[in-house]
């Protein structure tokens, strides 16, 4: 999938795009925005897959933790308690017990064991659709959305001009597309409900936020600076390739 997306890309990028940026910038970005989110899906779901495919070793560590120290635990007791004349136990009670307690330690992180591999082997087709969607449809707002910033500062110095599209764009477009985002990733991409989406905004809203503002400024203000204003949307939608990489496994860790 990855091979065939990043194909899809090069070949737009190379072929398709310059033509339709004479047309419609609109959906020149619409196409470009969309190919270069599913990218950047495909990529947060092969790092969550690849990071959980050998989680055997944890099991295994656990697993040989739990009954050291369970065997500890057993063999104290059974000295304190063949120490005192009231309260002993035969050893073969002992053993027995130790032996369900082990086998059923077993069970259970070997049935953890196989749904986290289950889960996180599972291509998620709809998961990558609707990042392409969300991708595109924001294409409808980023572009105007440039367009009104490189309109609207233009009688100040150069610095002061960057300096007041980057705030504008940092404490309006960002928050409320982040927020917009975790909206549409809840109820279209999970079908959550009420309580899922405040659950979701509760959990890593101010984080990704916090997240976003330790990348985006200083990207913006490359954008603003050096970038053609005809390519600031394409700038940004390429620096979003690792941006909603991030999204994507955030939003994957409220599921």
Same mark, same amino acid.
Request: aromatic share 16%; charged share 15%.
């Given at each position: 999938m990855f091979v065939f997306l990043t194909a899809c890309n090069l070949l737009y990028f190379k072929y398709a795009r310059a033509k339709l940026m004479s047309r419609s910038k609109i959906l020149a970005t619409v196409i470009s925005n969309g190919l270069l989110n599913a990218v950047s899906d495909v990529i947060a779901q092969s790092i969550t897959?690849?990071?959980?495919?050998?989680?055997?070793?944890?099991?295994? &560590?656990? %697993? $040989?933790?739990? $009954? *050291? *120290?369970?065997?500890?635990?057993?063999?104290? *007791?059974?000295?304190? &308690?063949?120490?005192?004349?009231?309260?002993?136990?035969? @050893?073969?009670? /002992?053993?027995?017990?130790? %032996?369900?307690?082990?086998?059923? #330690?077993i069970y259970l992180l070997d049935d953890m064991n196989n749904n986290n591999t289950n889960n996180s082997s599972d291509f998620q087709l709809w998961r990558l659709i609707c990042f392409a969607i969300w991708? #595109?449809?924001?294409? *409808?707002?980023?572009?105007?959305?440039?367009?009104? /910033?490189?309109? /609207?500062?233009?009688?100040?110095?150069?610095?002061?001009?960057? @300096?007041? &599209?980057? @705030?504008?764009?940092?404490?309006?477009?960002?928050?409320? #597309?982040?927020?917009?985002?975790?909206?549409?990733?809840?109820?279209?991409?999970?079908?959550?409900?009420?309580? %899922?989406? &405040? $659950?979701?905004?509760?959990?890593?809203? @101010?984080?990704?936020?916090?997240? $976003?503002?330790?990348?985006?400024?200083?990207?913006?203000f490359i954008n603003f600076s050096f970038i053609n204003k005809d390519d600031q949307p394409l700038f940004s939608s390429c620096v979003s390739v690792v941006w909603n990489v991030v999204l994507s496994m955030r939003n994957a860790s409220t599921k």
């Open positions: 897959c690849f990071s959980l495919l050998n989680p055997g070793t944890l099991t295994t &560590r656990n %697993s $040989n933790s739990f $009954n *050291n *120290n369970s065997s500890d635990m057993f063999a104290n *007791n059974g000295d304190n &308690r063949y120490q005192d004349d009231n309260l002993g136990l035969d @050893l073969e009670d /002992l053993e027995y017990q130790q %032996s369900l307690l082990d086998n059923e #330690s991708g #595109s449809f924001m294409a *409808n707002f980023q572009v105007p959305w440039y367009f009104i /910033l490189n309109k /609207l500062f233009t009688e100040d110095p150069s610095i002061v001009q960057i @300096l007041e &599209r980057i @705030l504008s764009d940092q404490l309006f477009y960002s928050p409320i #597309s982040l927020y917009c985002f975790f909206a549409f990733a809840n109820y279209v991409m999970d079908a959550g409900d009420v309580l %899922s989406f &405040r $659950n979701k905004i509760k959990k890593i809203y @101010l984080n990704t936020l916090m997240v $976003n503002y330790l990348i985006w400024p200083a990207m913006q």
